[in-house]
């Protein structure tokens, strides 16, 4: 059962797809409207799950699920993985893979493979006061205060020297 994002709690599990691209307007309107459907009949062992979802920054694909009411079990969390693929092949875009890091200079959102990050970092293209996206955050509250930090806050700390 689709219910507004801001209605569910703070606690809510959130899964975030990073997109290989930024979105555009059009595209956006179309999966959210895509994901509304899809969520309207997401159920864990028959039981609907509330839910909902929101793009942010034009990049992120968030789903979240109100736990306290229904857990998403593993085959539903499945089901959303094959939904998610589906709208990959339908809107070009990659929002599975987990090699690419994204980065936000002012307003724009910026990825790097993961395997040219401490070169980019060694170069100073990547600098230790950048914001970054840590999509591993399991919980709507943590959005606000975890998702967006600096690279040195994050899990690159260690690739930048402290003096």
Known sequence: ???????????????????SRPL???????MLQNLQEFL????????????????LYEQFL???VEESLQGAT??????????IRGLEQAFQVHLLHRD??????GETNFVVPLDQLKEKIQQGAILADMLTFDNTVTKKE????????????????KYFHRQ
């Open 142 to 157: 943590e959005l606000a205060d975890r998702w967006l930090v600096r690279a040195e806050d994050s899990w690159l700390a």
């Open 24 to 30: 555009e307007q059009e595209e956006k309107a179309t």
């Open 74 to 83: 593993g085959c539903a969390v499945d089901a959303s993985v094959q939904f």
């Open 1 to 19: 059962m689709y219910v507004p994002f801001n209605q569910l709690s703070d606690a809510a599990r959130i899964w975030v797809y990073q997109a």
């Open 100 to 105: 690419y890091i994204a980065f936000r200079r």
């Open 40 to 55: 309207e009949q997401w159920t864990a062992h028959g039981n609907p799950l509330q839910c909902s979802t929101e793009i």
């Open 62 to 64: 968030i789903l979240a």
